[in-house]
């Protein structure tokens, strides 16, 4: 299955500013996928990224607060913007190797774990 | 509307058999899947189950019932380093095939 390298993983920022979060894989992917989970909860999806076009927000999420750029196959950056200490979470991203075939699985990025003061 | 239904926790004894079980509800169904996540660490996939019955991998094997919108997780021969969340995620025809996750069950195992 693909490898994935998320970076930071983990940061403590201040309310107002901004943190773009980097996932690298280690092949080409159609989708990646990006979550946020709070401690000891589940995951909520925030947004796919295609590579070529604007990404697919969920309910809650909107582009001005979470821009996610794919700029090719392997590639894909999530920012967290204006934040506050209701952003303090961790965030993963993931991607499918077997599209539309789950046996196979979805990979995750080792997680970033934001914490806004 | 769509959930997924497990138990918050379940504890077991080193050694022993323990079954994690699900329930769904989903508009379109496409697939079981598990995931396990320790503390502090990414969800890693576990199992999938598309159609009836049970799949096995080792010591762990994954049960599916789609009549019943059901399915379990059962880990056996637990070890202590078992212990960890375990999440059921159903792929939904609804919603662009995309994962809907369960709450997620802590297996706590004693020694």
């Known amino acids: 299955s693909a490898v994935i390298s998320q970076k930071p993983s983990r940061d403590i920022c201040q309310r107002g500013t901004s943190l773009t979060i980097q996932c690298q894989v280690d092949s080409q992917v159609t989708m990646m996928f990006w979550y946020r989970q709070q401690p000891g909860q589940s995951l909520t999806l925030i947004a796919t990224?295609?590579?070529?076009?604007?990404?697919?927000?969920e309910s809650g999420f909107v582009i001005d607060k979470f821009p996610i750029s794919r700029p090719n196959l392997t590639f894909s950056t999530l920012t967290v913007s204006n934040m506050s200490p209701e952003d303090s979470s961790i965030y993963l991203c993931s991607v499918e190797k077997s599209p539309l075939n789950g046996a196979n699985g979805y990979t995750f990025g080792s997680g970033t774990r934001l914490t806004v003061v | 509307g769509q959930s997924l239904e497990q138990p918050s926790e379940v504890t077991a004894v080193e050694g022993a058999i323990v079954q994690i079980n699900c329930t769904y509800q989903?508009?379109?169904?496409?697939?079981l899947s598990w995931y396990q996540q320790h503390d502090g660490g990414a969800p890693t996939f576990l199992s999938y189950n598309a159609l009836d019955g049970l799949e096995e991998t080792g010591r762990f094997s994954s049960f599916l019932s789609r009549s019943d919108s059901y399915g379990y997780l059962l880990l056996q021969e637990l070890q202590m380093k078992d212990s960890a969340s375990y999440f059921c995620a159903v792929r939904d025809l609804g919603s662009n095939y995309q994962l809907i996750w369960g709450a997620g069950t802590k297996l706590i195992i004693k020694p």
């Open positions: 989903t508009s379109g169904f496409y697939g």
């Open positions: 990224a295609n590579q070529g076009s604007e990404a697919t927000y």
